[in-house]
């Protein structure tokens, strides 16, 4: 933890600011350990492995502690880094783009892996905050602790232990995930100052009856409860047919007669991601079968949301025909 990551935090309890009371070891400007506190209600947490922690996962509901639990598992296995990431990441924020970030201060809600922390502080966000719930943590701090500008925190989405401090909050494909999608977007935005923007990436209802109708059942009974080792051999299976698929299909097909292509099954989406290679097009099978909550959110739902925290200005993507990308000011 860098020590002017303190000007953004905040008790989740009170709100009172948060200090620095011990520091046990540091390894050039981030505190390996150490110990976190705020004194108007004498709470203390731990910074442990360069990481200021907020969550004990041993006290947080059983939903959303099982969903820590997968995706933790899933973020410190497939740690790999490609250079299709920032693509794919723009394509969720439209209409955003990387001079957007310049100078700002950002907070991303559920960073996973810290793949677009990393690549948000790249394009020159002042600071930029990357929270999630999970020992995905431990690999977000790998890929961003050389970044001056790049922080990491273990924290619920639903009580964050920040400043309302921020220009702009992002969350990519994590709101779904939650128990209650709309109060964890509430949340996020409620840490953006007066003018400031949000966006969001979500799965939409629409295009995905075959996902809720046919895979939903198998991953709520079974594969989201399975040990995540046998899960991942178990996932190779269909991401090799959806790998052949997108490599010896919709690809040729996209290129040589989209026309025709067009009415493949779920082209968009198949043809977005069929540049990408083996390990990536599994990541994506696995992390659908993984989630122990997945919801899928109608436009009419979605704009909803936007209104409720009185956005202004804000603009709704359908996304690879398969999703929403919303984004608004505050
Ligand atoms: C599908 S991953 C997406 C990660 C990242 N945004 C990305 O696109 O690479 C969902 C993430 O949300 C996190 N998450 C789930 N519930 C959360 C909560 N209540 N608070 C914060 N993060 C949470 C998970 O730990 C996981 O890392
Ligand atoms: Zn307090």
Redesign the pocket.
């Known amino acids: 933890m860098k020590k002017r990551l303190l000007n953004y935090l905040a008790c989740p309890a009170c709100n009172a600011e948060i200090a620095l009371i011990s520091t046990n070891r540091c390894e050039g400007d981030e505190i390996i350990s150490g110990t976190l506190s705020c004194s108007p209600c004498s709470r203390t947490w731990p910074i442990e492995r360069g990481v200021p922690r907020f ?1 004990e996962l041993m006290t ?1 509901a059983a939903d ?1 502690a099982a ?2 639990e ?3 598992w ?2 410190q296995h497939f740690t790999q880094a490609d250079d299709k ?1 920032e693509q794919q ?1 723009l394509g ?1 924020l439209t209409p955003v783009t990387p001079e957007f970030f310049k100078d700002k201060v950002v907070l ?9 922390t990393e690549l948000a502080a790249g394009w020159g966000a002042r600071e930029v905050i990357g ?6 943590v431990e690999s977000a701090f790998k890929a961003t602790r050389e970044l001056a500008n790049a922080h990491i925190v273990q ?4 009580h964050l232990p920040l400043k309302r401090a921020f220009d702009y909050a992002f ?4 709101l779904h ?3 209650d999608p709309y109060g ?1 977007f509430k949340s996020l935005a409620a840490k953006v100052k007066s003018g400031g923007h949000v966006s969001a ?1 979500v799965y939409g209802a629409e295009n995905n009856e075959w996902i809720t109708r046919w895979v939903n059942p198998l991953r709520e009974r079974l594969t989201s409860r399975m040990n995540p080792r046998t899960l991942l051999q178990l996932s190779k299976l269909p991401a090799m047919f959806m790998f052949a698929g997108t490599k010896l299909v919709y690809r040729p097909l996209n290129l040589l007669a989209p026309d025709l292509a067009q009415h493949l099954f779920y082209n968009d989406y198949l043809n977005a991601i069929s540049t990408f290679g083996w390990r990536e097009q599994h990541t994506i099978v696995f ?1 659908h079968l993984v ?1 122990p ?1 997945a919801f899928y959110i109608s436009r009419e739902d979605f704009a909803e949301w936007w209104k409720q925290i009185g956005a202004h200005e804000s603009v709704i993507n359908w996304h690879n025909s398969n999703s929403w990308c919303g984004f608004g000011r505050v």
């Open positions: 969550a947080i959303k969903t820590a997968n995706f933790g899933q973020w990431y990441f969720w991303e809600g559920g960073c996973g892996k810290g793949r677009h929270i999630d719930l999970s020992e995905a924290a619920d989405i639903y969350s990519v494909g994590v995930h939650l128990p964890g990436w992390d989630a909550t």
